[in-house]
């Protein structure tokens, strides 16, 4: 079983940056894949983006160039850094760990963009 954990969400201004976490309970170098999700009010679960273990990295459209997603190994987190922010990006933001055919996903945590 792996546990995952979101940090970092609040209420940031349009334009305003913010940098939201995902802790894991065992190595990431172990796991095939870390990915980004959101969902706001009423609407569908939709990718944001993702790292594979070699490090590859894919974004959603609506996020390329706004958003980049890392990782620190030797904290076995992963981050989303998202800059130029928009009232659109309000979502819960959720955390995936994908290994061989299992998927473990956190609670999320609450992004609010509002003036």
């Known amino acids: 079983q792996v546990q995952v954990v979101e940090s970092g969400g609040g209420l940031v201004q349009p334009g305003g940056s913010l940098r939201v976490s995902c802790a894991v309970s065992r190595s990431i170098l172990s796991i095939n894949t870390m990915a980004w999700h959101r969902q706001a009010p009423g609407k569908q679960r939709e990718l944001v983006a993702f790292?594979?273990?070699?490090?590859?990295?894919n974004y959603a459209d609506f996020v390329k160039g706004r958003f980049t997603i890392s990782r620190d190994n030797a904290k076995n987190t992963v981050y989303l850094q998202m800059n130029s922010l928009k009232p659109e990006d309000t979502a819960v933001y959720y955390c995936?760990?994908?290994?061989?055919?299992?998927?473990?996903w956190g609670q999320g945590t609450q992004v609010t963009v509002s003036s």
């Open positions: 995936s760990a994908h290994s061989g055919k299992y998927g473990y």
């Open positions: 790292i594979t273990y070699g490090g590859t990295t």
